[in-house]
Every structure is written in structure tokens, then in C-alpha cells.
């Protein structure tokens, strides 16, 4: 599968399953557009790491995606965007009676809002290119809920819908647009409460991993940034030329239960 001449665009991908997914797709031979919004030197030199690493063209360019003007600036600075992944996302906590008005804000521009801009940027590139890919990354919480994170599952539900409707739009054109809904994935940002947690329970790191983190993934085990990387490949894929409008799990069981 090559992805040569294919300019891929991956939001907040400094880290985690942004990164994940533009380093699977940066091996399959797209360049790629890194973004967050920092503007630190490390940011750049992720870039030209990355470059190095699969000798594809990689640039590091920064955009709020909870300013839609930025979204959009980030898509149109790009140049071409045959593949946009729409991954950036932030969480919070609480119950929604309680629920601070700025999080819930944050979190419709970011995990919501953005990918409206950013699509909206990039299909007339898609066309004008005559293909395309629009994934975007929402989460097992796009699908079932969990309760005090109202903001993060409408959200992620709105995404699942806006993918759909994408989808229909496109539908006659060499244009797909997909969601990818996983579970728990082992990013630093996961990673790193492990050990808060087993203190607090009093538990083995195991345990919280098995009890606490991964209670609802019947699999018992993380999802790889890898593996949603390359799924996010294979949506890019001619196999997958005629998935459109839909979700793929990569939950470990989770939404069948
Ligand atoms: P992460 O915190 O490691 O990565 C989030 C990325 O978004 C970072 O690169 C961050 O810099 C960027 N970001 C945050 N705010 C931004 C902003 N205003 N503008 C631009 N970039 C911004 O988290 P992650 O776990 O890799 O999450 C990535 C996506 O995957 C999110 O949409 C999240 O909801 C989804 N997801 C994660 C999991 C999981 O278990 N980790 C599960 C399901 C879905």
C-alpha cells in the first residue's frame, strides 16, 4: 500500500494517536502536516525527525483547533490535503450539573467544531485533487456512554453523525469519510495515571489496568497508536474504497457488550 504524493493532514499529532496515526501514514509514503497548538522547537524537530525516519516530506504547523478560523488556516497553509485525520480532543470529567460551562466549550470546539472547519477546508482540495479521505477519529464513546462525561460523548456522538452526513455529501466522488471509534489506547497520557491510580487503590499496576482502566474492554488489553494507525491506512486504502459513512471499533470487544 503506497500513499506517495498523498499529502496527509493529522490534527493534534505531537503526541499519542495523532502521532501514531501520521507516523503509519508517513511509512506508507504520504507527507504529512504535524499539528498541535505549541509552537515549540521540539514540535519542529518531531518533524524532521519523522521526515528522516520514513524519507517523506513532514512539517510541523501550529493551529488552535478551538478557533475555527485556525482550522481552517491550518488546512489551507498545508497546500493539498488529500487525507485529513480529524484527531484532535481533550476530556474532562465531572458531573454535568457541575460541569464547568468553559470545559463543555472547549470541548464541542475541539473535538467537535474543528473537524466542521477543517472539513470544510479540505473537500474543495479534495475534489479539485479527484480523491480523498476524511477519517476522523471519535471513540467508543461516539457509540455507548459513560456517565460524567457528557461533553466528550456528545461530542464524539456529533462526530459520528457529521461523518455520516460527510459521507452522503461525497458519495459519488472518489471521497470517503469514516470514523474510528477506539477504546482504550495506551498514549503517555494513559500511561501516566497508572501509577497515581495503584497508589490510591492500593493495587498493583496490573490490577488498575485490568479493574480500573480497562474494566469495560473485554480484551483486557490496550489498542496500539499503531493499530490505529494502520487503520487509518487501510481507510486510505483502495480496499476500502467503498467503506464510507461508517465506524470501525478498535475496542477490544468493548461496544459489544
Ligand atoms: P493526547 O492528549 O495524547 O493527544 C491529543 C492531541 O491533541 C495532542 O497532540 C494535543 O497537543 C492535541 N490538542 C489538544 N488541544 C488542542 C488544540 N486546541 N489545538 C490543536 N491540538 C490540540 O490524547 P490521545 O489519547 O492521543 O487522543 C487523541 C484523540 O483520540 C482524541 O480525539 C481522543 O478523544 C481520541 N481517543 C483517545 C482514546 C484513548 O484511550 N487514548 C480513546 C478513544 C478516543
Redesign the pocket.
Known amino acids: 500500500m503506497s500513499l506517495k504524493g498523498k499529502t496527509a493532514v493529522v490534527?493534534?499529532?505531537?503526541?499519542?494517536?495523532?502521532l501514531g496515526v501520521a507516523r503509519e501514514l508517513a511509512r506508507a509514503g504520504a507527507s504529512v502536516v504535524l499539528?498541535?497548538?505549541t509552537d515549540r522547537d521540539e514540535d519542529h524537530q518531531l518533524a524532521a525527525d519523522m521526515a528522516k525516519e520514513f524519507g517523506v516530506e513532514v512539517r510541523y504547523i501550529k493551529?488552535?483547533?478551538?478557533k475555527g478560523d485556525e482550522c481552517r488556516a491550518l488546512v489551507e497553509q498545508a497546500g493539498a490535503c488529500d487525507i485529513l485525520v480529524n484527531?484532535?480532543?481533550?476530556?474532562h470529567v465531572s458531573p454535568i450539573d457541575e460541569f464547568p460551562v468553559e470545559k463543555w466549550d472547549a470541548i464541542i470546539a475541539?473535538?467537535l467544531n474543528s473537524a466542521f472547519h477543517t472539513t470544510a477546508a479540505a473537500l474543495p482540495m479534495m475534489r479539485k485533487a479527484g480523491w480523498g479521505r476524511v477519517i476522523n477519529?471519535a471513540?467508543?464513546h461516539g457509540l455507548t456512554a459513560s456517565p460524567f462525561k457528557s461533553a466528550y460523548v456528545a461530542a464524539k456522538h456529533g462526530i459520528v453523525g457529521m461523518t455520516k452526513t460527510v459521507a452522503l455529501e461525497t458519495a459519488r466522488e472518489d471521497i470517503t469519510c469514516n470514523a474510528i471509534c477506539?477504546?482504550?489506547?495506551k498514549?503517555?497520557?494513559?500511561e501516566a495515571q497508572i501509577p497515581d491510580t495503584a497508589a490510591k487503590y492500593n493495587m498493583t499496576e496490573d490490577e488498575v489496568i485490568e479493574k480500573v482502566i480497562l474494566e469495560r474492554q473485554p480484551s483486557k488489553e490496550f489498542a496500539t497508536t499503531e493499530q490505529i494507525g494502520g487503520t487509518a491506512v487501510f481507510l486510505c486504502s483502495d480496499f476500502a474504497a467503498q467503506i464510507t459513512g461508517t465506524t470501525i471499533s478498535v475496542d477490544g470487544g468493548w461496544t459489544a457488550l
Open positions: 490534527t493534534g499529532s505531537n503526541s499519542g494517536i495523532g499539528n498541535s497548538f493551529a488552535d483547533m478551538s484527531n484532535a480532543g481533550i476530556q475541539i473535538n477519529v471513540s467508543a477506539p477504546g482504550y489506547v498514549t503517555p497520557l494513559v
